[in-house]
């Protein structure tokens, strides 16, 4: 952030640091550095804090595992690379074999991405983790959000992948497949003329011999419907934004009762000490009324003492 010498404010650090706090612990933090930076007359740097956008439970997983651990997050770039690279070679073997391994990784990613969450106080469901696998696949596929994940500053999950066939070959880097020199085709049967003279049949079309089959490419993911799968996802991160909204108005709804809690602990400590106040005044109260008779009786007596003396004197 600015410091008292007015440096400019650092954004990269100011996400750094926000995109490490859970879901609802985002906007308040965000907003508080655009604050200060609008503050000290960084408006750019507030405009850009400000425009920070607040991840979904998953996505905060996914930065969270690159955060844990970066030298699993490398390997994960690795395999994308290698994926990226076998597809631009049209390298069938290579495709499969990173295929099924970038399976296994991610799978066992998305586990620890939810054990990590369990850590920090926020359970993952499985739909929740499963979002953390499709953000992993997107990863794969896109240069750009990789690059933001392994720094654990990733915003949004990228576009879903379905397996790798979305990563087009670079054009002028894929090589042209193999020509086979076509082999002579096979004139056709000449077609013996019927008694009748009708006109004579067409002469068929030479038939090609078929080519040698491609080398197979890995088998493709079964494809979803596009639309089905769009509105999928949007349904998912407005239920995980329905979900953080739900946790903070919780925490809210905690904090507000432990607030109360306070409140009506102390308003009891009054009421004990007003309590035992009011016991001593009554005891006060009381031993005052006792004086107060033991005063009135020995003034009576008194008073009676007195006018016996008087009678007795005037007698004389």
């Known amino acids: 952030m600015v410091g008292d010498s007015g440096a ?3 954004v990269d650090a100011v996400a750094a640091e926000l995109y490490g706090l859970r879901p609802e612990e985002f906007t308040a933090a965000r907003d508080a550095h655009a604050a200060a930076a609008r503050k000290a007359g960084q408006r750019a740097e507030a405009k850009r804090i400000a425009a920070l956008r607040r991840p979904t439970l998953a996505v905060w997983a996914a930065n969270r595992l690159a955060r ?3 030298d699993q997050a490398q390997h994960l770039l ?3 690379q290698g994926l990226r690279e076998a597809h631009r070679t049209l390298s069938g073997e290579d495709l499969r074999k990173l295929s099924h391994h970038q399976h ?3 799978a066992a990613m998305a586990g620890e ?4 969450a369990g850590e920090a106080g926020q359970d993952l469901s499985p739909g929740a983790q499963h979002e953390v696998e499709q953000i992993l696949r997107g990863v794969l596929a896109d240069p750009d959000a990789a690059e933001d994940w392994a720094r654990g500053v990733l915003a949004k999950a990228p576009p879903r992948a379905v397996g790798f066939a979305e990563v087009a070959p670079e054009p002028g880097t894929a090589p042209r497949p193999q020509q086979h020199e076509p082999k002579p085709t096979r004139k ?3 077609v013996p003329e019927p008694v009748p003279e009708p006109e004579p049949e067409p002469e068929p079309k030479p038939v090609p011999e078929p080519e040698p089959e491609p080398e197979p490419k890995p088998e493709p993911e079964p494809a979803a419907d596009t639309k089905g799968a769009e509105r999928a996802s949007r349904e998912a991160e407005r239920a995980e934004e329905a979900l953080a909204r739900a946790e903070t108005e919780r925490a809210q709804a905690r904090t507000g ?3 109360l809690d ?6 009891e400590e009054r009421l004990s000490r007003a309590r035992a106040e009011r016991e001593r005044l009554a005891a006060t109260a009381e031993d005052a009324d006792r004086r107060h008779r033991e005063a009135a009786r020995e003034a009576k007596a008194a008073r009676a003492e007195a006018r016996a003396a008087a009678r007795k004197a005037r007698r004389r």
């Open 188 to 190: 056709p049967k000449p």
């Open 78 to 80: 690795e395999i994308g």
């Open 257 to 259: 009762l432990g607030v």
């Open 104 to 106: 296994v990784v991610i």
């Open 68 to 70: 844990a651990d970066a």
């Open 113 to 116: 991405a939810r054990r990590l």
């Open 8 to 10: 400019v404010v650092d």
């Open 262 to 267: 306070e409140e009506i602990g102390r308003l």
